[in-house]
T-cell receptor
């Protein structure tokens, strides 16, 4: 079965700094999803990537998909305290199966 | 519009009791998923409903777990004879048509089994 590995597991950055979170799949990706979760809350959808080389941005968050490497990266520019939370990547390894999720990256942003 | 809602938000129960968790998906979404999130374990798929098809139950950890979806909308996840290892956050998600459609998650139900 497909496995997703996220790195780093946790990250502490100073406000205003840039950061990158990676998600690597053990199998071919049919769709890669990034979600954000705050403690005690559900998952908030950020972005979905499907095609190799695809890049999407939402405010200061950019995600890219490298199909050959079976990897996606999430980049946050000029981090803010509001970016703090757990970032989860999820992937589908075929067209009609539930998502498999990584274990998440816990991001803390300090002033 | 309204998102996915779940109830209760918190449930504390004694070992051996049965519990029912409810999920109201986004109106019009044909696919509904249940996941479990345990400390340090990440999200674990439990069961998937798509339209009128037979549900994919491959993720249910034991026969104490069951789920149904009535009228293609509301879903109930039932855990019988709860055990302490069932303590987790149970998350429900829905998507417009399943497949690779984006899943939208509810806030979850935090279950604590004493």
């Amino acid at each position: 079965s497909q496995e997703l590995e996220q790195s780093p597991q946790s990250l502490i950055v100073q406000e205003g700094k840039n950061l990158t979170i990676n998600c690597t799949s053990s199998k071919t990706l049919y769709g890669l999803y990034w979600y954000k979760q705050k403690y005690g809350e559900g998952l908030i959808f950020l972005m979905m990537l499907q095609k190799g080389g695809e890049e999407k941005s939402h405010e200061k968050i950019t995600a890219k998909l490298d199909e050959k490497k079976q990897q996606s990266s999430l980049h946050i520019t000029a981090s803010q305290p509001s970016h703090a939370g757990i970032y989860l990547c999820g992937a589908a390894n075929s067209g009609n199966t539930p998502l498999v999720f990584g274990k998440g990256t816990r991001l803390s942003v300090i002033a | 519009g309204a998102g996915v809602s779940q109830s209760p938000s918190n449930k504390v129960t004694e070992k051996g009791k049965d519990v029912e968790l409810r999920c109201d998906p986004i109106s019009g979404h044909t696919a509904l998923y249940w996941y479990r999130q345990s400390l340090g374990q990440g999200l674990e798929f439990l069961i998937y409903f798509q339209g009128n098809s037979a549900p994919d139950k491959s993720g249910l950890p034991s026969d104490r777990f069951s789920a149904e979806r009535t009228g293609g909308s509301v879903s109930t996840l039932t855990i019988q004879r709860t055990q302490q290892e069932d303590s987790a956050v149970y998350l429900c998600a829905s998507s417009p048509a399943g497949g690779v459609d984006t899943q939208y998650f509810g806030p979850g139900t935090r279950l604590t089994v004493l």
